[in-house]
């Protein structure tokens, strides 16, 4: 990618966007996700990566509170919250319109249109009126190129197609940052580079976007930063060049050798 096109990386005295300090996950007596704590900064793209078990769906799911951790303080945008409490459904609410969520499965309506899925949430989460709900719906089908699908239910579509819908049903809220749940995993490979365009225009517009993918490709040439987690633990981080061509820990080579020798 061309870094200039991308808009210069905020350094490290702003504030962040979103904030996870000491985030402590438990299932019964397994410690999913221990002690974490991350900043994330505008217009940043974070791939998550590690070997599977490590925690990295179960850390993104944090950040929205799919996943409910034990203890921590979780921070996104203007919203902070010391998580001693369970959260009330108005500060849930205040947190999921903060952050578009894109998962492995679409997980579209079914039973409704590309447009009044991308349209509807906007009515009920933001009070927005159909006729701005549908303007908006229409610019964001335009973005992702599925401007002639807008009448289309979303089983007639693509794999492809349906995750680009669901990115732009995310987009629609106008969220902080965006999460991506491996999103490319239930795709074949070129469907998945469909989405990964649709990904990397988003990341060169300057979208916060935090990304758990086992697509290192796009880790190495769209994120800013690339995080390895392993055990329930971030044990490396740096740049891609960092990260993947010079990994530090003999765990860190092991994981990206793997995975070259896939290749
Ligand atoms: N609801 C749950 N109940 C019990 N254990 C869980 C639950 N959710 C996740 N885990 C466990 O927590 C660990 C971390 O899971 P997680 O899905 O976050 O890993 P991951 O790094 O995203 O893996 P993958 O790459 O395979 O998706 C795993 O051992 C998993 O079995």
Same mark, same amino acid.
């Given at each position: 990618?061309?870094?200039?096109?991308?808009?210069?990386?905020?350094?490290?005295?702003?504030?962040?966007?979103?904030?996870?300090?000491?985030?402590?996950?438990?299932?019964?007596?397994?410690?999913?996700?221990?002690?974490?704590?991350?900043?994330?900064?505008?217009?940043?793209?974070?791939?998550?990566?590690?070997?599977?078990?490590?925690?990295?769906?179960?850390?993104?799911?944090?950040?929205?509170?799919?996943?409910?951790?034990?203890?921590?303080?979780?921070?996104?945008?203007?919203?902070?919250?010391?998580?001693?409490?369970?959260?009330?459904?108005?500060?849930?609410?205040?947190?999921?319109?903060?952050?578009?969520?894109?998962?492995?499965?679409?997980?579209?309506?079914?039973?409704?249109?590309?447009?009044?899925?991308?349209?509807?949430?906007?009515?009920?989460?933001?009070?927005?009126?159909?006729?701005?709900?549908?303007?908006?719906?229409?610019?964001?089908?335009?973005?992702?190129?599925?401007?002639?699908?807008?009448?289309?239910?979303?089983?007639?579509?693509?794999?492809?197609?349906?995750?680009? %819908? #669901?990115? &732009?049903?995310?987009? !629609?809220?106008?969220?902080? +940052? *965006?999460?991506?749940? =491996?999103?490319?995993?239930?795709?074949?490979?070129?469907?998945?580079?469909?989405?990964?365009?649709?990904?990397?225009?988003?990341?060169?517009?300057?979208?916060?976007?935090?990304?758990?993918?086992?697509? %290192? #490709?796009? &880790?190495?040439?769209? !994120?800013?930063?690339?995080? +390895? *987690?392993?055990?329930? =633990?971030?044990?490396?981080?740096?740049?891609?060049?960092?990260?993947?061509?010079?990994?530090?820990?003999?765990?860190?080579?092991?994981?990206?050798?793997?995975?070259?020798?896939?290749?």
């Amino acid at each position: 990618m061309n870094a200039d096109q991308k808009p210069a990386r905020a350094s490290a005295a702003a504030e962040p966007i979103v904030s996870l300090k000491n985030i402590d996950i438990r299932y019964g007596n397994f410690h999913a996700i221990k002690n974490v704590s991350l900043d994330v900064y505008r217009g940043e793209v974070v791939a998550m990566v590690g070997p599977s078990g490590a925690g990295k769906s179960t850390l993104l799911r944090a950040i929205n509170m799919l996943e409910t951790p034990v203890s921590g303080t979780l921070k996104v945008g203007n919203f902070s919250f010391t998580l001693d409490h369970e959260l009330s459904q108005k500060e849930l609410l205040l947190l999921r319109r903060s952050t578009g969520m894109v998962f492995q499965q679409f997980n579209l309506f079914p039973h409704m249109t590309v447009e009044k899925n991308i349209s509807l949430p906007q009515m009920r989460v933001l009070g927005r009126s159909k006729e701005e709900a549908d303007k908006v719906t229409a610019r964001l089908l335009e973005r992702v190129q599925l401007a002639d699908k807008a009448k289309s239910y979303p089983a007639r579509l693509s794999g492809g197609q349906q995750q680009r %819908i #669901a990115i &732009a049903r995310a987009l !629609a809220l106008d969220p902080q +940052v *965006m999460l991506f749940d =491996e999103p490319t995993s239930a795709l074949d490979p070129e469907l998945g580079l469909e989405v990964l365009a649709v990904m990397r225009e988003l990341a060169n517009d300057g979208m916060t976007m935090i990304v758990v993918t086992h697509e %290192i #490709a796009f &880790a190495a040439e769209v !994120a800013d930063r690339v995080i +390895v *987690m392993a055990d329930g =633990e971030i044990i490396e981080q740096g740049t891609p060049e960092e990260v993947i061509r010079n990994p530090r820990l003999p765990r860190t080579q092991k994981f990206f050798r793997a995975i070259l020798d896939r290749h």
